[in-house]
């Protein structure tokens, strides 16, 4: 048996150096080689280790039974005695994959088309996700219980051009689809913005209910709050369950009372205070969704040709250039951001999160690895789902739809 860690020194991991694909399949078969499901990685696994023989003998072909089982020596292994399998698809950097694991879950397929979330979901899983799902052979994802996909947001968040099947990633749930109509999991578990409710006069998500219903699934949704599942963080998103023959119930959801965001905050770290002139209210009052306005830049972000009042909305995001105190929730963070938008009022100063901090708040243990860049890392949590909620989600489907307790 050998260390995980050790294994990918060898095999020179760290930056996929052009091999993501070939990895992808090496590590799905480390993980599966017991279970059946390695057949779909086996031969491309294999021919991977006969390419890289005379490296290292202890990646040859010849040696390969030797180093199995693998020690996964990983801040989240799978668990030893599963009770279900998933996919986890658009699998960003785990976010699903944390929670479903932890209710027992193995994870027999993963795809993440970015390069970045690739590392961060081999550094912390030990898996290299497949990539572009477009160019994917369906052939070769597995059988499997539930189909997890936070599918890609921007075609219908406010925050983009909302041009739904119009722009090309909106397309990218055809390909989820696809699977779903050659593999036909007994669950499907979808996640995305809250404004996929309306987009289109209401018509983007008909149609891709229609599309679930067509597909033989009985379909129910909901639009959820991170704030409600033990998250300082008003981050609303819905959540779309299709079983093939039970109506997912999610008043049996298990919530939590509101925290508040002062709670999960770093007491020590190199902050990074505001310096330049904001102004801070007097009075400050906690809206019903948690939110706490504390006040704002006085930088006027938007001069020419706005409305009254409007001089603090950024450009891109047109949202309050605001400061918001810690005595309540944080609003939710973006998935377009690369320097930290919102600044906090805390302490009797104005900071913004730490990188640290903004990964506790989505739910990530603090044992998760964290890679590249700050802009990356904004990118990447923006990105992701909140652990807690996809958790509750999971363990209702579960019980209501998998009849495991």
Known sequence: MIEYSKLREKLKVETLNGNAEELAYLTHYLHNYTNGVSKSYEQRAK???????????IVADTELQAILPIKWDVPFPAPENPTFTFIDLFAGIGGFRIPMQELGGNCVFSSEFNYHAQ???????????????????????PQHDILCAGFPCQPFSISGK?????????????HVFEIIEKRKPPVVFLENVKHLVYHDNKRTLATIIQHLEELGYTVAKKVLNASDFG??????????????????????????????????????????????PYTILAEQKMQDSGLMFAGYRNKTIRKAGVRPGTEHLSRVHKQPNRIYSTEGVHPALPSQESSGRFWIWH?????????????????????????????ELYKQIGNSV????????????????????
């Open 231 to 276: 998250l300082p963080q008003n981050r609303e998103r819905i959540i779309i369950i299709g079983h093939q023959d039970k109506k997912f119930d999610f008043s049996k959801i298990k919530k939590n009372e509101k925290p508040i965001l002062k709670d999960f905050l770093d007491k020590e770290n190199q902050f990074e205070y505001l310096e330049e």
């Open 162 to 174: 909302m041009k739904g099947f119009e722009d090309t990633r909106g397309t990218l749930i055809y």
């Open 347 to 375: 302490e009797g100063a104005v900071r913004k999160l730490t990188i640290q901090e903004c990964y506790r708040i989505m739910g990530f243990p603090d044992k998760f690895k964290l890679l590249h860049n700050k802009a």
């Open 47 to 57: 021919a991977y280790f006969d390419t890289i023989n005379g490296e290292s003998s």
């Open 386 to 405: 909140a652990i807690p909620m996809i958790k509750a989600v999971a363990e209702q489907i579960k019980t209501q739809l998998l009849a495991i307790r």
């Open 119 to 141: 590392r961060a979901y081999e550094l912390n899983f030990g898996e290299v996700p497949f990539g572009d799902i477009t160019k994917l052979n369906t052939d070769i994802v």
